[in-house]
C-alpha cells in the first residue's frame, strides 16, 4: 500500500470544485446509482467544463451528497457548498471535516434519516457523531448506506463488495490497458467480523472513455482516486494521506456497531 512519505508526480489539480465534484459523481451516475439523469452533463463538465451554474444545479439534485456539502461548508464560514476544499473534505477527507461539531452533524443526521428508520436503527446511526464520524463519504458508505441503501435493495448478500465499490478507493497505477488502467487497489475486507484494509490487488479501472478521462496525463506510479471503477483523480500525497487517514477512521467507527 503506498505511504502517504511517497512522492509522485504532481496532480492534476481540478479547475473549480464543481469540475471535482463531477469527477467523483461521475462513477455512481453512469451507473445509474446516484442523482439524475445527468451522465454525459458530468462526464463534460469533469473533462472539459465550461458551464458552472448548470453544473451547480445538477449537484443539488445530489440528494445523498448534497446535505453534507452544505454542512461542511456552513460549519467552516465557507458560502459555497462547492468551495474546492469543500468538495475535497467530502469526496477524500482534509481539515475541514474537524470543523463540524458532533451535535450540529447530529442534527443534520436526525432531520434526513430519523423518519426513515425505525427507533432502533435510528439509535444505532445517532451515536455515530459522538463515537467520531464525521460528514465525509467514507461515512456514508459504511454507516448509512448499510441501513438505508442496502437493506432496502436487498443487496446484503454482496454487501462488502458494493461497499467496496461505491467508497473512494486509492492505488498506484501499474500500466495502461486500451481505456483502462491496471492499478494495485487497496480493497475494504472483513476478517473476524470486522472491517480492515485489505491488501494491494491489481484491478483494470476504466479511465477514458471515446479518448477522454478524468486523469488524461497519468503515468505509471501515480496514485489515483476510484469510485465505483472508474477513475476519477490523481492524488497529491496529501490527499492521499487524508483519504487513508478518513476512510481508517470511519472503517473503526462503523466497526463499533458492525
Given at each position: ?20 465534484f ?73 481539515a ?54 442496502l ?26 490497458d ?13 476478517a ?25 496525463d ?24 487524508g ?16
Amino acid at each position: 500500500m503506498p505511504t502517504p512519505t511517497e512522492t509522485a508526480s504532481g496532480p492534476a489539480v481540478p479547475t473549480s470544485g464543481s469540475v471535482l465534484f463531477a469527477r467523483y459523481a461521475f462513477g455512481p451516475n453512469r451507473l445509474g446509482y446516484c442523482g439524475p439523469d445527468a451522465v454525459e452533463e458530468l462526464f463534460g463538465q469533469g473533462t472539459v467544463g465550461g458551464d458552472d451554474r448548470a453544473l451547480r444545479e445538477l449537484a443539488r439534485s445530489f440528494e445523498g451528497a448534497w446535505p453534507y456539502l452544505e454542512l461542511i461548508a456552513q460549519a467552516n464560514g465557507r458560502a459555497d457548498p462547492l468551495d474546492q476544499r469543500v468538495v475535497e473534505a467530502y469526496w477524500l477527507g482534509n481539515a475541514l471535516l474537524k470543523a463540524v461539531r458532533p451535535a450540529y452533524f447530529g442534527a443534520s443526521l436526525a432531520s434526513r434519516f430519523r423518519p426513515r428508520l425505525r427507533p432502533e436503527g435510528w439509535h444505532w446511526l445517532a451515536d455515530k457523531p459522538a463515537a467520531g464520524a464525521v460528514p465525509v463519504h467514507a461515512f456514508h458508505v459504511l454507516d448509512v448506506f448499510p441501513r438505508i441503501g442496502l437493506l432496502r435493495s436487498g443487496a446484503v448478500d454482496r454487501a462488502l463488495e458494493v461497499m467496496d465499490s461505491c467508497r473512494i478507493r486509492w492505488g498506484r497505477v501499474l500500466e495502461r490497458d486500451g481505456d483502462w488502467l491496471v492499478v494495485n487497489v487497496v480493497p475494504l475486507a472483513l476478517a473476524g467480523g470486522r472491517l480492515e484494509l485489505g491488501p494491494a490487488r491489481p484491478e483494470r479501472v476504466q479511465a477514458w472513455r471515446d479518448g477522454v478521462a478524468f486523469v488524461e496525463d497519468v503515468l505509471p506510479g501515480d496514485i489515483i482516486a476510484i469510485h465505483w471503477s472508474w477513475a476519477c483523480d490523481r492524488l497529491s500525497m496529501e490527499q492521499l494521506a487524508g483519504l487513508v487517514t478518513w476512510t481508517t477512521r470511519e472503517i473503526a467507527v462503523a466497526n463499533l456497531t458492525i
